[in-house]
């Protein structure tokens, strides 16, 4: 049955980023079965797939540790052919640093790298030209630590979330500026819709401490992208890190549910939950447990699979959309903590 659901997913590759690897592992979409695994600088976090250029562009973000615990940032984006499973450049960004979120505008030949501030200087967009794999420009965010970075289809305004700022940046790309800043109570992940009419943020920032009882509610902020203004919120019942849109209009939102340990930097971690919601009608579709501290949600290119990269159990659970079941869980191979992070997904060449 399960080989059944994705038998149309012959050829097609899922990449999955092991942070503290530090490697990048190739799957077979169909089947689950390990392909490869490319070595690869410390400490990489996010993936993104050039369709076009047919390569993949891997961010690693610092040296060791993660945001706000690390021993250093790095500067570099690794190349890979998917299909060789090879390096193909290093590209070095210094003297920009932490380099985290990867958004592709394939048409115009423009990766968009989000970049963690330093001294006067605010966080910022690095534009880098997709042909030349060459910075050709900057944009500041306002902030200090841009994490995850969207373009509206169009490829004309991008969405920056901000861990600690209390606001999402907009810019405008063609004019290289930030434009406005949306109000949010600090924010994770970030995903824009089909129609570009719509960007989904999770909110508040996932901190880790003890939260006052004042504290914003968790739950998606939905921002009307004309207005510039949020109008709805999607509630969730802990809080959520990755937000991902499929091509049939799903919105997945992975919480992370915590149990208190004063002993773990990271609290003690329950059972992840994926939950799904109309991307239009915004209703709750369904939702199912996966790992510990879901971290990045893809899909699959007809929509259908769900893939959810959880950092503490280090595995990728794959999921029917369209009856919540699971199908699989991957085990993503680590050196030490944390490990699956990541992902993109590869449909076959041609």
């Known amino acids: 049955m399960q080989q059944s659901v994705r038998s149309n997913l012959a050829g097609d590759v899922l990449a999955v980023v092991s942070q503290s690897g530090p490697t990048v592992s190739f799957f077979d979409a169909a089947t689950d079965r390990h392909l490869d695994t ?5 400490e990489p976090h996010e993936l ?3 369709p076009l250029q047919r390569l993949i562009w891997c961010a690693s973000t610092y040296r060791s540790g993660y945001y ?3 021993s250093g940032r790095r500067s570099e984006l690794t190349v890979i052919d998917p299909d060789t499973r090879k390096i193909v450049e290093v590209v070095d960004l210094a003297p920009e640093h932490g380099p985290h979120g990867l958004a592709l ?4 030949g423009r990766l968009y790298v989000s970049v963690e501030g330093a001294g006067s200087r605010p966080g910022g967009v690095v534009v880098v030209d997709t042909a030349t794999r060459r910075p050709i420009g900057r944009i500041d965010t306002g902030a200090p630590g841009p994490h995850w970075f969207v373009v509206d289809p169009a490829g004309r305004a991008g969405y920056a979330s901000n861990k600690e700022a209390p606001f999402v940046s907009v810019v405008d790309l063609d004019r290289g500026v930030l434009t406005d800043r949306i109000e949010v109570p600090g924010s994770e992940g970030i995903a824009v819709s089909a129609d570009g009419s719509q960007v989904f943020v999770a909110a508040p920032y996932g901190s880790f401490a003890d939260r006052a009882e004042a504290a914003p509610a968790t739950g998606i902020r939905v921002i009307d992208t004309k207005a510039a203004s949020i109008t709805e919120v999607l509630p969730t019942e802990h809080v959520v890190f990755p937000v991902h849109v499929t091509s049939t209009g799903r919105l997945l939102v992975g919480e992370l549910r915590m149990e208190p340990d004063p002993a773990a930097k990271l609290g003690r971690q329950a059972a992840g939950r994926l939950t799904v ?3 239009t009608g915004h209703e709750r579709l369904g939702a199912v447990d996966v790992g510990r501290f879901p971290l990045t949600i893809t899909s699959s290119a007809d929509g259908r699979i769900g893939y959810v990269a959880c950092v503490s159990s280090s595995t990728v659970d794959v999921v029917d959309l369209d009856t919540m079941r699971s199908l699989a869980r991957l085990d993503i191979a680590r050196r030490g903590e944390p490990g699956a ?9 041609g």
């Open 341 to 349: 992070h990541g992902m993109a997904y590869i449909p076959k060449s």
């Open 68 to 70: 706000h615990a690390n």
């Open 48 to 50: 993104c797939f050039d």
């Open 38 to 42: 490319v070595d690869v600088l410390a």
């Open 105 to 108: 505008d394939a048409v115009r």
């Open 277 to 279: 919601f109309s991307a």
